[in-house]
């Protein structure tokens, strides 16, 4: 991963975390997503991504909240 891929999910990392924090009633969420054992989860290509594109981690993320919610 480049260094401006790098920096692109670390800001998604951020804004997601920070809205989580500030705006959500699902604040518990985050609690639930800390406790994921990532280095369980195996890798898988994502065709659809190109240089910026998000990790693996922050799409299970948003999977994770989607059906949750």
């Known amino acids: 991963m480049s260094l401006h891929s790098e920096s692109n999910q670390l ?7 920070d ?3 500030k705006n959500s009633e699902f604040k518990y969420l985050l609690d639930l997503i ?6 369980a ?5 994502n065709p ?5 594109g998000y990790s693996r981690h922050s799409l299970l ?6 059906k949750v919610k």
């Open 41 to 45: 989860v195996p890798e898988f290509n």
């Open 61 to 66: 993320k948003a999977l994770f909240v989607q």
């Open 34 to 39: 800390n406790q994921i054992d990532w280095s």
């Open 11 to 17: 800001y998604f990392d951020f804004v997601y975390s």
């Open 19 to 21: 809205y989580f924090n």
């Open 48 to 52: 659809r991504i190109g240089r910026t």
